[in-house]
C-alpha cells in the first residue's frame, strides 16, 4: 500500500528565515511526486511534479527536490503570503494520487 | 478557463436527509475525481472516472454514497440518506489524458449534517 508522510506537521518561521518541509513515501514505481499549496477554504493548487530521483524544480522561493524516498521542499527566504497548507502526493499505478497529511506553515512579519 | 466548477460551495442539512454535489470539470479533462477532506483523514479519493465511465470506486465509503458522470461536463456526488460523520469538505479535481500529469481541484464543498 502506498504510503505518504510529511513532516513537520506544522512549522512557524519568521519572515526571511528558510527552512524545508520534507515528504517521506513508500510506493511500488513511482510515476510522479506533486507538490500542492492549499489555502483556507479553498482546494490545492498545483505547484510541481516531480519523476525521478535527482530532479529539482524552482519557482518562486519554492524548490522541490526528489530522492528515490522522500522529496522535499525548501523555502528561501519566505513571506507571509507563503502561509499555507503544503500537501504532497504520489502517484504508482494508475490515475489515483496518495496524499501526506499536509505541513502547515506560518510565517511572521 | 474557469478552472473546476463547485456547487453548491456550502451545504448544511439534517441526518438522513439526501445531499447531491455537482462538479463541472475543466473543458477537455477526461479523468475526474471525487474528494473528501477531513481533519482526521486528510485527503480521501473516493472515486475516479475516465471518459465519463467510473473505474475506481474503492475509496467509496458505503452504498450512500453514489457518483455519476453522464456526459464530459457534468458530475454528481450524491449521498442518500446523509450521516454526520459525512461532514467534510467534497473536492472535485480534474486533469487531461497523459499518465502523470497534475490534477487540478475546484473550490470544494463544505458539508455540514447536523
Known amino acids: 500500500e502506498d504510503q505518504v508522510t510529511q513532516s513537520p506537521e506544522a512549522l512557524r518561521l519568521q519572515e526571511g528565515e528558510s527552512s524545508s518541509l520534507n515528504c517521506s513515501y513508500t510506493v511500488s514505481g513511482l510515476r510522479g511526486l506533486f507538490w500542492y499549496r492549499q489555502d483556507p477554504g479553498k482546494g490545492p493548487e498545483f505547484l510541481f511534479t516531480?519523476?525521478?530521483a535527482g530532479e529539482e524544480k524552482e519557482k518562486e522561493r519554492l524548490k522541490a527536490t526528489l530522492t528515490k524516498k522522500e522529496s522535499f521542499l525548501h523555502i528561501t527566504a519566505p513571506k507571509p503570503e507563503d502561509s499555507a497548507t503544503y500537501l504532497c502526493?504520489?502517484?504508482?499505478?494508475?490515475?489515483?494520487?496518495?496524499f501526506g497529511g499536509g505541513t502547515r506553515l506560518m510565517v511572521k512579519p | 478557463d474557469a478552472g473546476v466548477i463547485q456547487s453548491p460551495r456550502h451545504e448544511v442539512t439534517e441526518m438522513g436527509q439526501e445531499v447531491t454535489l455537482r462538479c463541472k470539470p475543466i473543458s477537455g479533462h477526461d479523468y475526474l475525481f471525487w474528494y473528501r477532506q477531513t481533519m482526521m483523514r486528510g485527503l480521501e479519493l473516493l472515486i475516479y472516472f475516465n471518459n465519463n465511465v467510473p473505474i475506481d470506486d474503492s475509496g467509496m465509503p458505503e452504498d450512500r454514497f453514489s457518483a455519476k458522470m453522464p456526459n464530459a461536463s457534468f458530475s454528481t456526488l450524491k449521498i442518500q440518506p446523509s450521516e454526520p460523520r459525512d461532514s467534510a469538505v467534497y473536492f472535485c479535481a480534474s486533469k487531461p489524458s497523459g499518465t502523470s500529469y497534475e490534477q487540478y481541484f475546484g473550490p470544494g464543498t463544505r458539508l455540514t449534517v447536523t
Open positions: 516531480l519523476y525521478s
Open positions: 502526493a504520489v502517484q504508482a499505478a494508475g490515475n489515483m494520487l496518495t
